[in-house]
């Protein structure tokens, strides 16, 4: 089975402070996602990457940062945390672009 | 632009009820996913609908797409409460990906 983790469930940061998500995958995947879901809004694209060093942004990148140093790490960044960044933040990995994903079990971020 | 409508965004049912949910997208798409998503976890992929006409069922869903209509349905059948969950449907075209808003279904016992 294909495994996305995510590197916490629950965070709480204060505004201002720097943030990292980490999301590892165990598949060999080549193409990393990161989304935002808050209610009413579905999910929004942050940023993605198709290979290693490789970032696209997505629809919403303002505010944050990624890094893929790794095939299998995928990190989201927020480098001075504001409070209308608090949300789910979910991880996904597939094989081939436009191919099933596999999300991860998502990180609930409060920003205070 | 590529844009993806959900309807009903929710929906509370009763066990043993039928009902359809109806997702509408705005240009061509390459393909069509539904996803479950639980209180509180992660998504879930169900189906994946490739062509005009596919068919896709499992249990008690059932997917279909019409490319031509831009619409693609996911169908309960005699509704259980463990189908309690939020529905994403996801269009994609050149490799961008857009997510529905989502529908929450509640199905009372």
């Known amino acids: 089975d294909v495994k996305v983790t995510q590197s916490s469930r629950y965070l709480v940061k204060r505004t201002g402070e720097k943030v990292f998500l980490e999301c590892v995958q165990d598949?060999?995947?080549?193409?990393m996602f990161w989304y935002r879901q808050d209610p009413g809004l579905g999910l929004r694209l942050i940023y993605f990457?198709?290979?290693?060093?490789?970032?696209e942004k997505g629809d919403i990148p303002e505010g944050y940062s990624v890094s893929r140093e790794k095939k299998e790490r995928f990190s989201l960044i927020l480098e001075s945390a504001s409070t209308n960044q608090t949300s789910m933040y979910l991880c996904?990995?597939?094989?081939?672009?436009?191919?099933?994903?596999?999300f991860g079990p998502g990180t609930r971020l409060l920003v205070l | 632009e590529l844009k993806v409508e959900q309807n009903p965004l929710f929906l509370s049912m009763q066990e043993g009820k039928n009902y359809t949910i109806y997702c509408n997208y705005s240009t061509t798409s390459d393909r069509l996913y539904w996803y479950r998503q639980d209180p509180g976890k992660s998504l879930e992929s169900l189906f994946v609908l490739l062509s005009n006409g596919a068919v896709k069922q499992e249990g008690r869903l059932m997917a279909s797409l019409d490319t031509k209509a831009r619409l693609s349905t996911l169908h309960i059948t005699a509704a259980v409460h463990d189908l309690s969950a939020t529905y994403f449907c996801v269009a994609m075209r050149d490799d961008k990906i857009i997510f529905g808003k989502g529908t929450r279904l509640h199905i009372l016992p």
């Open positions: 996904a990995s597939s094989l081939i672009a436009g191919r099933n994903w596999f």
């Open positions: 990457s198709y290979d290693v060093k490789m970032k």
């Open positions: 598949m060999d995947h080549e193409n």
